[in-house]
């Protein structure tokens, strides 16, 4: 159990727990943050729970995460774990994929506001119609799509292993991609495969424009430019990007590689880690205005009431998580 002494302290941090996003302004962060810290550490014993974060969480839920990383990575560590709780910093598909490839735990999000405008893009009665136009067709989803989606497909992936799963998938088969347009786009250009594409796409990528990335890279022709695939100008720089990654795909990159000046196209959380990790080097947002809101609906305040009330649970029906888990397994087997 929880000792009442969070409870009371609690008031003095952040009232009902529902409060505004807590992103720190002009580099500094608010005040009570090192009093949250210190509770989320003891919480976290007492629960037995982990913390895992995206990329694109704020600085201050990486700073205190078991494990910060990319969708695949983040699934990879919720299936294994042996906490009991896992509090899912990160957008609502996220934490469905964690309950069901780990259905004996508690799995709770911050905000359950925190959902994914692409994920929103394609509905199960949609992909039912689809597949009725396409019977002879398999479809294969991004992992950013809801548990009742991925219930009607056959394969999943995420933007670290689209190419390796489509490889895996018979020569002879279409294959009908959701929802994202642009990293469907990519991956057919990558695979030269018969790919049918969705027309969905990610309004924090979208704002990345083509003339903004030009212009740096004019400025900074030094620069080494790193995209997203879920990059709404991808179709126009595929050509001219020095490196197409996942998020953990891009930390990973500018960690060894010798430039000194990146370029990052993809939502700005991730020049947190970026930064901290490598405080010689110089990363550039392509926009800054890529910032995904449901991403930021998730704030320490919102992390610490988690653990203190455990919640909001995040579980997935049965049923659908049965054959949800079909197109899941098969991408976890493959990585
Ligand atoms: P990654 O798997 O590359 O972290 O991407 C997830 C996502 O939602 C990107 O918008
Ligand atoms: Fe969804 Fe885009 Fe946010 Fe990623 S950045 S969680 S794709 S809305």
Not at 72 to 95: E, W
Not at 96 to 121: Q, S, Y
Not at 134 to 150: E, R
Request: hydrophobic content about 40%.
């Amino acid at each position: 159990m929880i000792s009442t002494q969070h409870t009371a302290h609690s008031a003095q941090i952040s009232g009902n727990g529902h409060g505004t996003n807590g992103h720190a302004t002009n580099g500094h962060e608010p005040p009570h943050y090192g009093l949250l810290r210190e509770k989320i550490a003891v919480l976290k014993q007492e629960r037995n729970a982990v913390i895992l974060a995206h990329n694109y969480q704020e600085g201050a839920i990486q700073d205190v995460a078991d494990c910060v990383g990319d969708s695949l990575n983040l699934a990879k560590y919720a299936r294994t774990t042996d906490a009991d709780t896992i509090v899912f910093c990160g957008v609502h598909f996220m934490a469905e994929t964690a309950a069901m490839l780990n259905p004996a735990k508690t799995v709770l999000i911050p905000d359950l506001g925190a959902g994914c405008a692409l994920a929103d893009m394609v509905i199960a009665e949609q992909v039912r119609q689809w597949k009725a136009a396409h019977p002879d067709g398999v479809v294969l989803c991004y992992i950013n799509t809801s548990a009742a989606v991925k219930a009607e497909c056959d394969y999943c992936c995420t933007s670290s292993n689209g190419v390796r799963v489509i490889e895996s998938i018979p020569e002879d088969k279409e294959i009908l991609f959701i929802p994202d347009y642009y990293l469907g786009s990519y991956l057919k250009a990558k695979t030269k495969r018969a790919i049918h594409l969705w027309k969905g796409y990610c309004p924090a990528h979208a704002v990345i424009i083509p003339e903004k990335i030009d212009a740096l890279r004019e400025q900074c022709p030094e620069a080494e430019f790193l995209m997203h695939p879920e990059c709404g100008c991808l179709t126009k720089q595929m050509d001219l990007a020095d490196q197409i990654l996942s998020t953990e795909g891009m930390v990973t990159y500018v960690r060894s590689s010798p430039a000194k000046t990146f370029i990052i196209a993809t939502e700005n959380g991730i020049l947190h880690r970026m930064r901290k990790d490598n405080p010689e080097k110089t990363f550039l947002p392509a926009s800054e205005h890529a910032s995904c809101h449901y991403m930021q609906r998730n704030t320490l305040d919102k992390l610490f009431w988690s653990l203190v009330r455990l919640q909001h649970r995040v579980t997935v029906d049965p049923a659908i998580a049965k054959r949800a888990l079909i197109p899941i397994e098969r991408m976890m087997a493959l990585t």
